[in-house]
């Protein structure tokens, strides 16, 4: 271990240790990622004793300021690129009706006791008698050889006390690709009604890195398998299943949905696209309808979809700006390119494809192509060339027409000029018929060809030209 353990400030906390006659431990996730050969840069240590006062002569070695939070007996320091955080050993107990524990001091052993889980319960002495030495009272390390998340102690209880380690559990079984302990799976089980306790705001935070995993199904999986989900995220637990009328099914657009989720995740780590990817069939339980002779439908569940993102946002307390609309747009049109991949792909569609995804096109298109799910080879690679010309014919359009968040070049205030009116509904038809034009392709995007057909429009609703506009 010792050579992991090279950076300065490991240096000065030894000296200091000896110099204090304390135990002192470093702990948690970074010594966890040192055998899993990870980078980090959080470390947490543990003293056997006054943890903020040990924390205030470190900070002064090495000239830097420290943060003490007294209500939780921790101090923490910044020191070039590491965040470093100290308490004291403690060992605690909870309330049935809170996550907040009950804190004692307490020995390494009860430190480590109260870990949630035995691959974060593994500490190095930091003490210059044995340095280095690694303290694993829960093989820890079998644990991590084997992948396996367990629990120091009784998972019924550990869960119990604190409901968020049953989604720690689960982020970290889908971040590490990892499995949960069987003893363990079944107390979250037994225990997802606890999670009510839990703020949303924490909920929300260790979903986010559920999604941000590398292979995020596996994370849902045990959500749903768990019945956390249910709990937790309803709307998404509703997709799963398959429905039969008259021998004709539909597929399960739970699995459906982490496939695309999985897909995407592959093409890209934009936290929001793959929130898109979760939410782009979210409507479709709602949308669901039986048309005999021809099987199921969802007719309408991008509309639908799009409209509930909003209060689903809300619901997770997720950002209610830029990023809810940009995962709203994406739900809107994540059928439109596929639509244009399976028919002759014409100009005019392409243009409002452009008009209306803006910036967000190249998103849009990795969505939709996450959501080629089929088995059947020949229709994947069908679909994936016809991608490939929707792409192509994206990018000759863009060059020519430069539609992509077009303005049109004629303004209201224009058509105001131009013939001499007041605000009102005239005004709102020629900007439309302007615009129509354009995207159908039977004027060019220019001034002078949007005035001129501005002109020609107004004269066919009897009004007159009254002034010229430049």
């Known amino acids: ?117 035995t ?59 990892f499995v949960i302990d069987d003893e363990a799976v079944a107390a979250i089980k037994s225990n997802v009604e606890r999670i009510s306790i839990i703020s949303q705001e924490r909920i929300t935070d260790e979903l986010n890195k559920i999604i941000l995993s590398p292979q995020p199904s596996i994370g849902f999986n045990y959500l749903f398998d768990t019945g956390l989900l249910h709990k937790i995220f309803p709307l998404m637990a509703q997709l799963y299943g398959v429905e039969y009328r008259d021998g004709k099914g539909h597929k399960d657009n739970f699995y459906h949905t982490l496939q695309v989720l999985d897909n995407i995740c592959e093409t890209t780590g934009d936290l929001w696209l793959r929130w898109a990817a979760i939410l782009h069939d979210i409507a479709k339980p709602p949308t669901k309808r039986f048309e005999p002779g021809h099987g199921w439908t969802f007719h309408g569940h991008e509309d639908k979809g799009a409209r509930m993102v909003p209060k689903i946002f809300a619901q997770l307390k997720l950002p209610l700006n830029e990023k809810m609309k940009f995962v709203q747009k994406m739900v809107q049109l994540h059928l439109r390119p596929i639509v244009l ?7 005019s569609a392409v243009r409002r494809l452009l008009f209306e995804a803006g910036d967000d096109i190249e998103g849009l298109m990795l969505l939709c192509k996450a959501d080629i799910t089929t088995k059947n080879e020949y229709k994947v690679k069908k679909y994936r060339q016809n991608f490939e010309l929707v792409q192509q014919k994206l990018k000759d359009v863009e060059e ?71």
């Open 1 to 117: 271990m010792k050579e992991h353990l090279q950076h300065h400030i490991f240096k000065v906390i030894s000296k200091l240790a000896a110099q204090q006659n304390l135990q002192v431990f470093a702990i948690g996730g970074f010594v966890r990622d040192l055998f899993l050969k990870r980078p980090s840069k959080d470390i947490d240590i543990v003293i056997i004793g006054n943890g903020i006062e040990f924390a205030e002569a470190v900070a002064q070695k090495l000239n830097v300021q420290v943060s003490v939070f007294k209500n939780f007996g921790t101090a923490m320091l910044r020191y070039h690129d590491l965040e470093v955080e100290f308490v004291g050993a403690r060992k605690e107990s909870y309330r049935r009706d809170s996550r907040k524990p009950i804190v004692e001091n307490g020995t390494l052993e009860d430190d480590q006791k109260r870990r949630d889980f």
């Open 341 to 347: 991949s399976q028919s002759i792909v014409t100009d």
């Open 400 to 470: 020519r027409d430069n539609i992509r968040n077009w303005q049109p070049p004629v303004t209201g205030t224009d058509i105001m000029d131009l013939f001499g009116l007041r605000e009102g509904r005239e005004v709102g038809i020629i900007k439309n018929q302007i615009r129509e034009a354009i995207l159908e392709g039977e004027i060019p995007n220019s001034r002078d060809e949007a005035i001129a057909f501005a002109i020609e429009k107004g004269t066919q609703i009897g009004l007159k030209v009254v002034a010229k506009t430049n």
């Open 119 to 177: 691959i974060n319960a593994l500490a190095i002495s930091l003490h210059p008698d044995n340095f280095g030495e690694l303290l694993d009272p829960f093989s820890g390390i079998i644990h991590l050889e084997q992948k396996l998340i367990k629990t120091p102690l009784n998972p019924v209880e550990t869960f119990s006390d604190d409901p968020l380690r049953m989604l720690r559990a689960i982020r970290f079984a889908s971040q590490l690709n």
